[in-house]
């Protein structure tokens, strides 16, 4: 049985200090901080004047989209690296980012129209930025069955990379598409150049559940990622122990 | 003397439609799917309701995405067999040329298909086309490039894949849409005979796009060749 | 001063496993390389990092110094044979091969297209579609069609596979007219006796490793068929 580097890959078992801890400290303060996040913004959130109750998925929406703007954005990164550096591990951080951005995507598009409801009256509507979440989802969606329809490795990471790629340029035409479409979505009103007008602790309540959501999405790439590394691993172990060199 | 960019590219394109006049059978299959499409999509609306002229930009168009994927699907197939690309690869053209080869290509096959596909729906619908037909045929044009540039990529990479014919739409139709979005609503301005200088900015988008994938695909079909 | 053909520690693995492994060798002008070995050695992968169809994993493949695949000129003195035909089943005999000529931008593509068609014995068959033909006129036209540009290097893949004797005979009477002219072929077969007609070296590849390389010269044939059939049949 060789443990010879055949390709510079590794075959050999992870070494202790590779492997993932078992304490994920960073998964655990991540689900902390968004129970706090919810906490505040159910109890201790004043309720706004126009919009009810309902205004309060604001706080998870936003975020969440926020965070799978920056899954995708690091998908189409790593799609870059893995192109012009061939480095494998690109490629998982893409497969993982990938994974953990449709998650937050599905939380997007399935907020959306529970406030959507009680405020326009409708499930649905098409406005800038669900049209363009939905359409996100399609990419990212089709970005994973990509992947699961081709089995040669290093294929599936140029192919994926070349789709990543692709759909980041994609973007900007979505979004010009959808701005020239009449919208109904309000104003985002914290990311105006002056102040926000926003009510202080309305603001508070937004930026607690901004960063709570980014370090959960953030510690669960980084979880996904390890378990790429394992699976990896692994199934470098079954190919190579399959032969008797 | 090795052939330049454009003149190889032109040499692959006339391979692929010396092969696809030799058969025929495709383009006419595809021209039957699109104006059947066109057919039914009037029976599936209550036209007192909406009027043709309403309907029209929505049904060329959607008509024309799914047309345009068929016309997609059998880009690459005829390379695979008997690795018929092996000797594209071997010799030595450039693998982008292969690329704008197979685009242009497919460019004149769904032209081909538009050129068919407009007045059938001037004549199913009643619509008066005459005097638009001209930059209708122009507006399918710069869509057709759009389409046929991240179709005949896409067609590359879902040739190799285990579920090719699902892949292919399942990838391109998100990045149709701008095309599609651009070419219908400059296609309404143009039947409801208002100025065209209100479709522009549509038509700005379709030319961004094409600009934009033409070249980005070029770019990125070598990566999606055998290692 | 750089060889026309060149491997030097070239490796390639497909997941995981080396379908070449470690192989080096050289080959000069007017030298045509027999190359053995039972199935799954690694001979097609081999021929095809020649080619410059595959990257290699590490170490390097060159023809006249250049690795072929990032350079388009070294290209265009290379012909390959391989399995399957390469070839449009729809388009005839003469698209095939006028197509051909024009990828290698030749000047006229009509006499070099009736030329190649001519030597391998195709010429009445020039304007049937491939696919119309038997196996062995696509293997003649596939031949055809690596020839039609003058290779000065030509990689061929068990070529006489399905060829008749009126075929076999055309592309040995052409193998040594190319050698003969200058350039320098590496062939890959299972008949020991094809092989070493036209060979001035002989080598064994087994496992993705070259074991055996010498010139053809020091080789007496029985004995030589004799060895290679204890060496891949003794191993695993």
């Known amino acids: 049985m060789t443990s010879a580097s055949f390709g510079g890959e590794a075959s050999a078992p992870l070494s202790v200090s590779q492997r993932a801890p078992l304490f994920d400290w960073l998964f655990v303060v991540a689900v902390i901080g968004m129970a706090m996040a919810y906490v505040r913004a159910i109890f201790f959130t004043p309720i706004e004047a126009l919009q009810g109750a309902a205004q309060k998925i604001y706080y998870l929406h936003v975020p969440a989209a926020l965070s799978a703007y920056i899954s995708l954005g690091v998908v189409a990164l790593t799609s870059i690296v893995y192109l012009w550096l061939g480095d494998e591990r690109a490629d998982r951080l893409a497969e993982s980012a990938g994974e953990v951005g449709l998650l937050f995507l599905t939380a997007v598009l399935t907020t959306g129209p529970l406030w959507g409801k009680p405020i326009w009256g409708t499930w649905w509507t098409w406005d800038a930025r669900l049209t363009l979440t939905l359409f996100l989802w399609f990419l990212t969606a089709g970005y994973l069955v990509l992947r699961g329809a081709v089995e040669d490795r290093a294929m599936r990471a140029r192919y994926s990379a070349v789709l990543g790629i692709l759909a980041a340029l994609l973007i900007p035409f979505i979004h010009l598409s959808v701005y020239l479409f009449n919208t109904l979505h309000p104003m985002p009103i914290v990311l105006k150049p002056e102040k926000p007008s926003m009510p202080t602790e309305m603001l508070v309540t937004f930026l607690g559940f901004f960063a709570a959501c980014t370090v959960l999405c953030i510690a669960l790439i980084r979880a996904r990622y390890r378990y790429g590394v394992e699976r990896d691993a692994l199934r470098e172990l079954e190919s190579a122990g399959g032969e008797g060199y | ?227 | 001063m750089s060889h026309v053909l060149e491997a030097d520690r070239l490796t390639r693995v497909f997941a995981g496993r080396p379908a070449v492994n470690d192989v080096t060798l050289e080959l000069n002008a007017a030298e045509c390389l027999a190359l053995f070995g039972p199935n799954g050695a690694g001979k097609t992968t081999l021929l095809r990092l020649f080619a410059g169809l595959l990257r290699p994993t590490s170490g390097s493949a060159r023809v006249n110094g250049h690795p072929l695949r990032g350079d388009a000129d070294a290209r265009a003195h290379v012909g390959f044979i391989s399995h399957q035909s390469m070839l449009y089943g729809a388009l005839s005999v003469r698209e095939n091969l006028e197509l051909t000529a024009r990828l290698y931008g030749l000047a006229d593509r009509r006499a070099a297209a009736e030329q190649v068609m001519r030597e391998m014995r195709v010429l009445d068959r020039a304007n049937a579609p491939v696919r119309a033909l038997s196996r062995g006129l696509q293997q003649r036209v596939s031949i055809a069609r690596a020839l039609v540009h003058s290779p000065r290097v030509l990689l061929l893949d068990e070529p006489y596979t399905g060829l008749d004797a009126l075929g076999a005979a055309a592309l040995t009477e052409i193998l040594m007219r190319l050698r003969g002219d200058g350039a320098t072929l590496v062939l890959v077969t299972h008949n020991i006796n094809e092989g070493l007609a036209v060979a001035s070296h002989a080598a064994v590849m087994h496992g993705g490793r070259l074991l055996r390389l010498e010139r053809r010269e020091a080789l007496d044939s029985v004995s030589y068929a004799e060895e290679y059939r204890e060496l891949v049949g003794g191993v695993r």
């Open chain 2, 1 to 227: 003397m090795r052939p330049g960019l454009l003149a190889s590219a032109l040499v692959v394109a006339r391979k692929d439609l010396a092969i696809e006049f030799r058969t025929r059978t495709a383009f006419l299959a595809v021209l039957m799917f699109a104006i059947l499409g066109v057919a039914i999509f009037y029976f599936a609306w209550d036209v007192t309701a909406v009027a043709a002229i309403d309907l029209a930009p929505g049904v060329l168009w959607v008509i024309f995405t799914f047309s345009g994927l068929l016309s997609l699907q059998r880009s690459f197939g005829v390379e695979l067999a008997d690795r018929a690309m092996d000797a594209l690869l071997l010799s030595p053209i450039d693998r982008e040329a292969i690329f704008l080869g197979k685009a242009l290509a497919n460019l004149i096959f769904v032209s081909g298909i538009q050129l068919l596909t407009i007045p059938s729906v001037g004549l199913l619908y009643n619509l008066p086309l005459g005097h638009a037909l001209p930059i209708l045929f122009a507006i399918a044009l710069l869509a057709a490039v759009g389409l046929v540039a991240v179709g005949t990529l896409f067609s590359a990479m879902a040739a190799n894949t285990r579920l090719a014919e699902l892949l292919l739409p399942m990838l391109s139709l998100p990045f149709f849409v701008p095309v599609v979005y651009g070419a219908a609503q400059a296609t309404s301005t143009l039947l409801a005979a208002r100025p065209m200088a209100e479709a522009w900015p549509f038509l700005k988008l379709l030319i961004a796009f094409d600009l934009v994938f033409l070249t980005a695909c070029t770019l990125a079909f070598p990566y999606t060749l055998e290692e």
